[in-house]
């Protein structure tokens, strides 16, 4: 079955420092999501990118979709102490029905020094 | 506007009890998903309603669970008879359908309910 893949597991970073989390899939993909999830938290949605070799920012975060539309990146400029918590990513797969069950990544933990 | 309600917050059991869980979706959401998370295996999907309608249970991990969504606006997980292993974060997302444009998959988790089984 479909697998997605996160690396890495966890990433600890003095504040200020980049950030970045990497996501495979074994099968093409036909958007991807990224939720973040604080700790004691639930996930929440952050952003989809649709479109091969899309790049979308929000604020000092990046995403970014592959041209194979097999994996994406999230990266973060200049950490910062509330950028703490799992950040996942997430594909859909077809199931039937109007909308698509996702497969979520295992997750990357982020801590940040102060 | 209301998120996803989930409740209760927290349940501690017995072995051997039933437990009940509770999610109320968004308004207009369409989609309905059970989620589990542990440390050990992550966030794994456990079933998928579409419209009211089970449409994927293949993540049911046994018979001691069942869900059921009789409408819109109400979906049960059931854990008969709880098992100390089933202790985990139960989450409960919705989804709104999907657009003309065929992208429209975003979830909207509830805040979990934390089950322990003793």
């Known amino acids: 079955g479909q697998q997605v893949m996160q690396i890495p597991q966890y990433q600890h970073v003095q504040e200020g420092e980049d950030f970045t989390t990497y996501c495979n899939s074994s099968t093409t993909l036909s958007n991807i999501q990224w939720y973040k999830q604080r700790p004691g938290g639930h996930p929440v949605f952050l952003i989809q990118l649709v479109k091969s070799g899309e790049v979308k920012k929000q604020k000092r975060l990046t995403f970014q979709f592959g041209e194979a539309k097999k994996n994406s990146s999230l990266h973060i400029t200049a950490t910062q102490t509330t950028d703490v918590g799992t950040y996942f990513c997430?594909?859909?797969?077809?199931?039937?029905?109007?909308?698509?069950?996702?497969?979520f990544g295992k997750g990357t933990l982020l801590t940040v020094n102060p | 506007d209301a998120g996803v309600i989930q409740s209760p917050r927290h349940e501690v059991t017995e072995m051997g009890q039933e437990v009940t869980l509770r999610c109320k979706p968004i308004s207009g959401h369409n989609s309905l998903f059970w989620y589990r998370q542990t440390m050990m295996r992550g966030l794994e999907l456990l079933i998928y309603?579409?419209?009211?309608?089970?449409?994927?249970d293949s993540g049911m991990p046994e018979d001691r669970f069942s869900a059921k969504m009789p409408n819109a606006s109400f979906s049960t997980l059931k854990i008969q008879p709880s098992e100390p292993r089933d202790s985990a974060v139960y989450f409960c997302a919705s989804s709104p359908p999907r657009g003309l444009a065929g992208v429209s998959y975003e979830q909207y988790f509830g805040p979990g309910t934390r089950l322990t089984v003793t």
């Open positions: 997430a594909g859909p797969m077809s199931s039937g029905g109007s909308n698509y069950k996702l497969t």
């Open positions: 309603f579409n419209n009211n309608v089970p449409i994927d």
